[in-house]
């Protein structure tokens, strides 16, 4: 379903739509990005990294060899 946003956020949002998703777009077709892609080819099995601590890392509490580094959200 679409969603109308107005008031403060109206105006970002259309801003967004009109002109920034566009610049992303050119800027992956330049990328040369979109012909990487291709849904017919099975996934390559791609592993995100993990994080391996430091002696000194894994000295603190809580840090584990598995922390999840930013890269799982970009």
Known sequence: PQVD???FWGDRVDAVAARTAEILYERCVEARMLEQIDPDRPSPGVVIPFHSPSPDEAANPGFTGST???QMFW
């Open 68 to 70: 999840v580094t930013t």
């Open 5 to 7: 946003v107005r008031g």
